[in-house]
């Protein structure tokens, strides 16, 4: 049945009175701004929950949701409030082994004392680099050999000082022995090379041998803790092998590295606490299935240690593999955020790695709109307002917020969750309003305006391409065998709609209907699909009487650049019709829809902008009246136009109607109805469906006589 909407149908009204408040300032005053609720996620609320709980091994969390959807914040805010009153890991501190250096002693120090050790062996150092000199210069000059009281001196004082270290740092905190080993091994490794501090070359080269060697024992603080509150909640924006495992940092003049070079990476940090990556961040190149991050990762959750390695000791350079330090145990929640793509991509080529993640926190990108939903949304920008210093919002300007939120969904029965891309229009309206005044409806709408300007740059030179007539595309008139279809164009930062001319050319013969976009293999499956499920609509219509007997060629007049998505069957069977039966079509009216093998009429995306693409295009020609859209019955409750298309219907200057069936439009298109068939399969003549048989029942004719002379 063909409908005609009204204006009223063409958005949703929703009364500022209802929302219980004048400005969003009343909101805090009421308690009503606590966004630590999840708006309308209470699914991945209850799924990250248990995932906090769940501390056995792998139990680590997929977070899949897109962006603005509050997926990052929330999981994080949630990690943050629940390890707040964990107590802070342990440093991690390198020392030198003297009898193995390449595996260096590691110590496990309360948080803070990592540093406080670091200072006092440093202090150790630069104390005697100075005194170790003095004491040798106290042999006689005649003594050719160490000199009893010298090293006796030595060994007093570098024993004094490692004493005064292990009271201040180690009470309670590591095994004695360990110390011992170490600070004995520091002895006597100072002893056995005192010559180094009464060589005879010059000064400076002197100083530079002494610190290198003295320098081994300061301390390596490879993890520091210090001032940490709670357990750490660590997010990696931009992981690399060094970022996420640590290394070993070459120097300067040759590869050559030491234990002082050992350094910790996210994964250290997060130790006891909580890491978050993004998926698509570690996936890796997706062309040769490489993912080296994903398969280190994989390893790491797997044997729950890490070992610190350089990224090239994998290529084999020995100079890169003198370290060899103890694995490291972690015991940490990992979280990856991911869109729906790349989860499903690690699913399809990384399924082993998934399971480790047997919590899944998916969140909702839109949620049945209600009075309570509503509210929460107008109490999170209430705290968006008073946390970054806006004016706040009237309920007028909040009720016209939540209308963005259902035409971005574009749903009235539903509104976007994609929360995070209010923010900025909240900021850009804000600065738009007086000082001491609320933001109100006036500043959402420029604020709207504005961020349409900046986006419509792509959309305007289509349009003026139509306008100078390089684009031919006429939306007054009536013309056979041509209909406007509309396309949906995304540009990423944009998306809107364009009209496109669709003709249809037919004559006798066997060939059926060529698609020309696809012969040039310009179109993609969904539209092939499409047109398959046309031709056998058309060919069942008229299989008792006129079986089709025809060559008929369709294609998007100057479309170059592919055509995808099924949105168009409806308006191509029209032009199809159209030259089968020789009656003309109304070019200012502009369909789309979807068609199923029966005829009934199928919901499409985009058509907000579809709608908008062809008024827009009618009102720059000039609107008279006869212009509008033909679209399915099935996208009414999609249907969110901004006022000025609302305003003309309601001024009779533009029009939409609905479909249930594909033939419900031809009426509106022709002006003649479809027609029905008899018992025998045969229609009125009077109708669009009696002249297309009239037709291909000549084209059968001339066909058999065509294929008798030449047989």
């Given at each position: 049945?063909?409908?005609?909407?009204?204006?009223?149908?063409?958005?949703?009204?929703?009364?500022p009175?209802s929302?219980?408040?004048d400005t969003?300032a009343?909101?805090?005053?009421?308690?009503?701004?606590?966004?630590?609720?999840?708006i309308?996620?209470?699914r991945?609320?209850?799924a990250?929950s248990?995932?906090?709980?769940m501390?056995h091994?792998?139990?680590?969390?997929?977070?899949?949701?897109?962006?603005?959807?509050?997926r990052i914040?929330l999981v994080?805010?949630?990690?943050?409030q629940?390890l707040?009153?964990?107590p802070?890991?342990?440093?991690?501190?390198?020392?030198?082994?003297?009898?193995?250096?390449e595996?260096?002693?590691?110590?496990?120090l309360k948080?803070?004392?990592?540093?406080?050790l670091?200072?006092?062996?440093?202090?150790?150092?630069r104390?005697?680099?100075r005194?170790?000199?003095a004491?040798?210069?106290?042999r006689?000059?005649?003594?050719?050999?160490?000199g009893?009281?010298?090293?006796?001196?030595?060994?007093?004082?570098l024993?004094?000082?490692?004493?005064?270290?292990?009271?201040?740092?180690?009470?309670?905190l590591l095994?004695?022995?360990?110390f011992?080993r170490?600070?004995?091994?520091l002895?006597?490794e100072?002893?056995?090379?005192?010559e180094?501090?009464?060589?005879t070359?010059?000064?400076q080269?002197?100083?530079?041998?002494?610190?290198?060697?003295?320098g081994?024992f300061?301390a390596?603080l490879?993890?520091?803790?210090?001032g940490?509150s709670?357990?750490?909640?660590?997010?990696?924006?931009?992981?690399?092998?060094a970022?996420?495992f640590?290394g070993?940092?070459?120097?300067?003049?040759?590869?050559?590295?030491?234990?002082?070079?050992?350094?910790?990476?996210?994964?250290?940090?997060?130790?006891?606490?909580?890491?978050i990556?993004?998926?698509?961040d570690?996936l890796g190149?997706r062309?040769?299935?490489?993912?080296?991050?994903?398969?280190?990762?994989g390893?790491?959750l797997r044997?729950?240690?890490?070992?610190?390695e350089?990224?090239?000791s994998?290529?084999?350079?020995?100079a890169?593999n003198?370290l060899?330090?103890e694995?490291?145990?972690?015991d940490?929640k990992?979280?990856?955020?991911a869109?729906?793509?790349?989860?499903?991509?690690?699913?399809e080529?990384h399924a082993?790695?998934?399971?480790y993640?047997?919590?899944?926190?998916?969140?909702?990108?839109?949620?049945?709109?209600?009075?309570?939903?509503?509210?929460?949304?107008?109490g999170?920008?209430?705290h968006?307002?008073?946390g970054n210093?806006?004016?706040?919002?009237?309920a007028?300007?909040?009720?016209?917020?939540l209308?963005?939120?259902h035409?971005?969904?574009?749903d009235?029965?539903r509104v976007?969750l994609?929360?995070g891309r209010l923010?900025?229009?909240l900021?850009?309206?804000?600065?738009?309003?007086q000082p001491g005044?609320?933001?109100g409806?006036?500043?959402?709408?420029?604020?709207?305006?504005?961020?349409?300007?900046?986006?419509d740059?792509a959309?305007?030179q289509i349009?003026?391409?139509?306008?100078?007539?390089?684009?031919k595309i006429?939306?007054t008139?009536r013309?056979v065998?041509?209909?406007n279809?509309?396309?949906h164009?995304?540009?990423?930062?944009?998306?809107f709609?364009?009209?496109v001319?669709?003709s249809?050319?037919?004559?006798?013969?066997?060939?059926?209907?060529?698609?020309?976009?696809?012969?040039?293999?310009?179109?993609?499956?969904q539209?092939?699909k499409?047109m398959f499920?046309?031709?056998?609509w058309?060919?069942?219509?008229?299989v008792q009487?006129a079986?089709l007997?025809?060559?008929a060629?369709?294609v998007?007049e100057?479309?170059?650049h592919?055509?995808?998505?099924?949105s168009?069957?409806?308006?191509?069977?029209?032009?199809?019709l159209s030259s089968?039966s020789?009656?003309?079509?109304a070019?200012?009216?502009a369909?789309t829809?979807?068609?199923?093998?029966?005829?009934d009429?199928?919901?499409?995306?985009g058509i907000?902008?579809k709608i908008e693409?062809?008024f827009?295009?009618?009102?720059?020609?000039g609107?008279?009246?006869?212009q509008?859209?033909?679209?399915?019955?099935?996208?009414l409750?999609?249907v969110?136009l901004?006022?000025d298309i609302i305003?003309?219907?309601a001024?009779?200057?533009f029009?939409?109607?609905?479909m249930e069936h594909?033939?419900?439009?031809i009426?509106?298109?022709?002006g003649?109805?479809?027609?029905?068939?008899?018992?025998?399969?045969?229609y009125?003549?009077?109708?669009?469906?009696?002249?297309?048989?009239?037709?291909?029942?000549?084209?059968?004719d001339?066909y058999?006589r065509n294929?008798y002379?030449?047989?």
């Amino acid at each position: 049945m063909l409908s005609k909407l009204t204006p009223q149908q063409l958005n949703i009204s929703i009364d500022p009175q209802s929302l219980g408040f004048d400005t969003t300032a009343e909101l805090l005053l009421h308690g009503q701004h606590d966004v630590a609720q999840w708006i309308g996620q209470e699914r991945a609320f209850a799924a990250a929950s248990l995932g906090l709980r769940m501390q056995h091994p792998g139990y680590h969390m997929l977070v899949i949701g897109e962006p603005g959807s509050g997926r990052i914040s929330l999981v994080r805010k949630m990690m943050e409030q629940a390890l707040a009153e964990k107590p802070a890991p342990a440093d991690l501190v390198y020392l030198l082994n003297v009898q193995l250096p390449e595996k260096p002693i590691l110590l496990r120090l309360k948080a803070g004392r990592g540093s406080e050790l670091r200072h006092l062996l440093e202090q150790f150092v630069r104390k005697h680099l100075r005194i170790i000199p003095a004491l040798l210069q106290r042999r006689p000059s005649t003594e050719t050999g160490s000199g009893a009281g010298g090293e006796a001196s030595l060994k007093a004082s570098l024993e004094q000082e490692l004493g005064r270290i292990r009271q201040q740092i180690l009470p309670g905190l590591l095994e004695p022995e360990v110390f011992e080993r170490w600070s004995a091994g520091l002895v006597q490794e100072v002893l056995d090379h005192i010559e180094l501090f009464s060589t005879t070359a010059n000064h400076q080269e002197a100083d530079d041998m002494q610190d290198a060697f003295l320098g081994r024992f300061r301390a390596n603080l490879l993890l520091s803790n210090d001032g940490l509150s709670g357990s750490p909640v660590i997010y990696d924006a931009d992981p690399s092998h060094a970022s996420l495992f640590g290394g070993v940092e070459a120097m300067a003049d040759h590869h050559f590295a030491d234990f002082m070079r050992l350094k910790a990476g996210n994964l250290l940090r997060a130790n006891g606490g909580v890491l978050i990556l993004h998926l698509e961040d570690i996936l890796g190149d997706r062309q040769d299935g490489s993912s080296p991050l994903l398969e280190k990762l994989g390893r790491v959750l797997r044997n729950r240690k890490l070992q610190i390695e350089d990224a090239g000791s994998a290529s084999g350079n020995a100079a890169l593999n003198t370290l060899m330090p103890e694995a490291l145990p972690l015991d940490f929640k990992l979280i990856l955020v991911a869109s729906r793509d790349d989860y499903y991509y690690l699913h399809e080529q990384h399924a082993d790695f998934l399971q480790y993640f047997r919590i899944k926190v998916e969140f909702a990108d839109s949620v049945k709109a209600t009075p309570d939903i509503y509210r929460q949304i107008a109490g999170y920008i209430a705290h968006h307002a008073d946390g970054n210093g806006l004016p706040h919002f009237s309920a007028p300007a909040v009720a016209r917020l939540l209308q963005v939120l259902h035409e971005w969904e574009e749903d009235k029965c539903r509104v976007s969750l994609a929360l995070g891309r209010l923010l900025p229009l909240l900021q850009e309206a804000a600065a738009l309003t007086q000082p001491g005044n609320p933001t109100g409806v006036a500043e959402v709408e420029q604020a709207l305006a504005a961020t349409r300007q900046r986006h419509d740059y792509a959309e305007e030179q289509i349009r003026d391409s139509i306008l100078d007539g390089e684009l031919k595309i006429a939306v007054t008139g009536r013309q056979v065998g041509r209909i406007n279809g509309l396309t949906h164009i995304d540009m990423g930062d944009a998306a809107f709609g364009s009209p496109v001319q669709i003709s249809a050319r037919c004559h006798p013969g066997r060939q059926g209907i060529i698609n020309i976009d696809r012969e040039v293999k310009l179109t993609g499956p969904q539209h092939d699909k499409g047109m398959f499920i046309l031709q056998h609509w058309l060919a069942a219509m008229f299989v008792q009487q006129a079986p089709l007997s025809l060559n008929a060629s369709l294609v998007f007049e100057q479309e170059y650049h592919g055509v995808e998505g099924d949105s168009a069957s409806c308006a191509e069977l029209y032009a199809l019709l159209s030259s089968l039966s020789g009656l003309p079509l109304a070019q200012g009216i502009a369909v789309t829809g979807a068609m199923n093998q029966h005829g009934d009429v199928l919901p499409i995306g985009g058509i907000n902008e579809k709608i908008e693409g062809h008024f827009r295009l009618c009102e720059k020609l000039g609107l008279n009246g006869q212009q509008g859209v033909l679209l399915p019955a099935s996208n009414l409750r999609h249907v969110l136009l901004h006022r000025d298309i609302i305003l003309a219907m309601a001024e009779g200057k533009f029009h939409l109607y609905t479909m249930e069936h594909v033939l419900d439009g031809i009426a509106l298109l022709t002006g003649l109805p479809a027609g029905s068939a008899d018992k025998e399969g045969a229609y009125p003549a009077d109708t669009v469906l009696g002249h297309v048989q009239r037709s291909l029942r000549a084209y059968q004719d001339i066909y058999r006589r065509n294929h008798y002379h030449t047989g």
